[in-house]
Nanobody, 123 residues
């Protein structure tokens, strides 16, 4: 399985961005995926997760109400809609896929990782 994240960029506070995660292979539609981010000098942190079917989602407290994770299994693609962006959202965002139907916040359970896309939010 290969994951390709895209959609990052430079925006101003309050703007929106939509990240995409395109997956190759047949494992995507049966397994949970998530988005993580890593800011300079900080550890990678969980942002949002979604189960295999899209019926269950999970968010970090810092993005809840602003970000929405979704997926289109027919297109083998996951998404992260980011609204009301803040400077503290600046980070490299990576998508990840676990070999479980339901995932979680623990990055250790994610088997496959995309290369990351930079999101920069200026004040």
């Amino acid at each position: 399985v290969q994951l390709q994240a895209s959609g990052g960029g430079w925006v101003q506070a309050g703007d929106s961005l939509r990240l995409s995660c395109a997956a190759s292979g047949r494992a995507f539609s049966n397994n949970a995926m998530a988005w993580f981010r890593q800011a300079p000098g900080k550890e990678r942190e969980f942002v949002a997760g979604i189960n295999w079917s899209g019926s269950t989602t999970l968010y970090s407290d810092s993005v809840k109400g602003r970000f929405t994770i979704s997926r289109d299994n027919a297109k083998n693609t996951g998404y992260l809609q980011m609204n009301s962006l803040k400077p503290e959202d600046t980070a490299v965002y990576s998508c990840a896929l676990t070999l479980r139907a339901y995932g979680g916040r623990d990055l250790a359970i994610y088997r496959y990782w995309g290369q990351g896309t930079q999101v920069t939010v200026s004040s």
